[in-house]
T-cell receptor, first 113, second 113 residues
Framework: NAGVTQTPKFQVLKTGQSMTLQCAQD?????MSWYRQDPGMGLRLIHY???????DQGEVPNGYNVSRSTTEDFPLRLLSAAPSQTSVYFC????????????FGPGTRLTVT | GENVEQHPSTLSVQEGDSAVIKCTYS??????FPWYKQELGKRPQLIID?????GEKKDQRIAVTLNKTAKHFSLHITETQPEDSAVYFC????????????FGTGTRLQVTL
């Protein structure tokens, strides 16, 4: 199993540009999430999904969209990038609810200039 | 929503000493408390977790304690080694919402020789 994969690893955007961060998992996990990590602030939940076709907002959803058309994939779209979205983005997945381990992808380091 | 506070933000110990990191949470409905270790430039990885029906859990040199009445939980690392140097995050979530982890802001642990 590859586990949770993310692409790209690094990305530089100009303010106003849009892009999609890709996330895929091959563990047949129902739950998938996106977090952003900023210095001194830990990881904050952006959006999450409890299964194909079902998504919901986390703590910091503004400026981001998600969709979940398959169990395997959970892309994160930045609609109009802003410097405040400079961060490291982690995708995670877990088997189910009730306290199962979340497996994190390797992260995408995004810089918006 | 849930709020998790973590202390200290940095911790330096000598090799062989013990390290303790403490977290408090605000939502009494939270019942799953994982701890993640993140090495520089790497993804967070689960090292231990505890559920609210358990007061203490141990795995070799690592232990976690939970006090539901006081709404706090702690990570204890004994006989620290240089490879324990990393950033440690506590988190909390409720049953049925395993995708919605709320993280603390992290503790940078440095183990010196």
């Amino acid at each position: 199993n590859a586990g949770v994969t993310q692409t790209p690893k690094f990305q530089v955007l100009k303010t106003g540009q849009s892009m999609t961060l890709q996330c895929a998992q091959d563990m047949n996990h129902e739950y998938m999430s996106w977090y952003r990590q900023d210095p001194g602030m830990g990881l904050r939940l952006i959006h999450y999904s409890v299964g194909a076709g079902i998504t919901d907002q986390g703590e910091v959803p503004n400026g981001y969209n998600v969709s979940r058309s398959t169990t395997e994939d959970f892309p994160l779209r930045l609609l109009s990038a802003a410097p405040s979205q400079t961060s490291v983005y982690f995708c995670a997945s877990s088997f189910s609810s009730g306290g199962y381990e979340q497996y994190f992808g390797p992260g995408t380091r995004l810089t918006v200039t | 929503g849930e709020n998790v506070e973590q202390h200290p933000s940095t911790l330096s110990v000598q090799e062989g000493d013990s390290a303790v990191i403490k977290c408090t949470y605000s939502d009494s409905a939270s019942n799953y408390f994982p701890w993640y270790k993140q090495e520089l430039g790497k993804r967070p990885q689960l090292i231990i977790d505890i559920r609210s029906n358990v007061g203490e859990k141990k795995d070799q040199r690592i232990a976690v304690t939970l006090n539901k009445t006081a709404k706090h939980f702690s990570l204890h690392i004994t006989e620290t080694q240089p490879e324990d140097s990393a950033v440690y995050f506590c988190a909390a979530s409720k049953a049925g919402t395993a995708s919605k982890l709320t993280f603390g802001t992290g503790t940078r642990l440095q183990v010196t020789l």
